[in-house]
């Protein structure tokens, strides 16, 4: 909830600068929140008919916490891809390149497909 401190300081803050009249009520400042925010949010605060702020603030924290796990899955996903794999030799030990380039060291005759000498 430390959204929520941030947002009642600020709005204590601007009241400060206000005449009493003119002052930010909660539902007032919840709608120029609403409006800041990104449309899929704006839909999202709409369909689970949040109306205070720490309902809605609950709801984006969650957002941002399953947003963040998932973003840490598709980075070991990627990760992963990007390790050594030899079609030849179906290992992960070398890539291709590097299974050629050591194969061309080796006596010319060699036959990649059949892994005979050639005669």
Do not use: W
């Not at 401190?5 to 003119?22: F, H, R, T």
């Not at 007032?28 to 008919?49: M, N, T, V, Y």
């Amino acid at each position: 909830m430390a959204y929520y401190k941030e947002l009642i300081n600020l709005k204590n803050k601007v009241n400060a600068c206000l005449k009493d009249e003119d002052h930010l009520a909660d539902e007032s400042l919840f709608q120029h929140f609403q409006h800041g925010l990104p449309k899929e949010d704006q839909r999202e605060l709409l369909e689970a008919k949040c109306s205070t702020f720490k309902e809605a603030l609950s709801l984006l924290e969650t957002f941002e916490q399953i947003e963040t796990v998932f973003q840490n899955k598709k980075f070991k996903a990627n990760e992963y891809t990007k390790k050594h794999y030899c079609k030849m030799h179906k290992t992960s030990s070398h890539n291709n390149e590097q299974c050629y380039a050591q194969n061309k060291s080796n006596k010319k005759g060699f036959n990649y497909q059949t892994r005979y000498y050639k005669n």
